[in-house]
Nanobody
Framework: QVQLVESGGGSVQAGGSLRLSCGVS????????MAWFRRAPGKQREAVAL????????WHSDSVKGRFAISQDSAKNTVDLQMDSLKPEDTAMYYC????????????????WGQGTQVTVS
C-alpha cells in the first residue's frame, strides 16, 4: 500500500526558506511520477513541481521556477521540495502526490496523496 507523509512545513518570513519532505513507502520511483501540489485558501489546487523516474525529468511551475526545487533522496526514500525566496503568495497547504506510470502532466490522475503540510509566509 502506498503511503505518503509530508513534513517540514511551518511559518517563515518573506524571503526565507523551508524544505518540505515527503516520506514514501510502498511505491517505486522507476518510471513513475511524483509531485508537489498546493492549495491556498479560496483558490484551486495547483501543481508546483513534478518529478519523473527518480529525477530523469523534473518540472516546476512558472510561479515557483528559480525559487523551488524538487528532488528525490534514495537513501532517505523521500521526495523533497526546497523552497527559497518565499513570498506571502506561497502560503498554502502543500501536498505530496504520486501516480503510477507516465503522464506526469495529467494532474487529475494522481491517485495517492499525503495529508498535507501547512506553509505560511508573512
Amino acid at each position: 500500500q502506498v503511503q505518503l507523509v509530508e513534513s517540514g512545513g511551518g511559518s517563515v518570513q518573506a524571503g526565507g526558506s523551508l524544505r518540505l519532505s515527503c516520506g514514501v513507502s510502498g511505491y517505486a520511483y522507476y518510471r513513475n511520477c511524483m509531485a508537489w501540489f498546493r492549495r491556498a485558501p479560496g483558490k484551486q489546487r495547483e501543481a508546483v513541481a513534478l518529478i519523473y523516474d527518480a529525477a530523469v525529468m523534473t518540472w516546476h511551475s512558472d510561479s515557483v521556477k528559480g525559487r523551488f526545487a524538487i528532488s528525490q533522496d534514495s537513501a532517505k526514500n523521500t521526495v523533497d521540495l526546497q523552497m527559497d525566496s518565499l513570498k506571502p503568495e506561497d502560503t498554502a497547504m502543500y501536498y505530496c502526490a504520486a501516480k503510477l506510470g507516465t503522464g506526469c502532466g495529467l494532474l487529475d490522475t494522481y491517485n495517492y496523496w499525503g495529508q498535507g503540510t501547512q506553509v505560511t509566509v508573512s
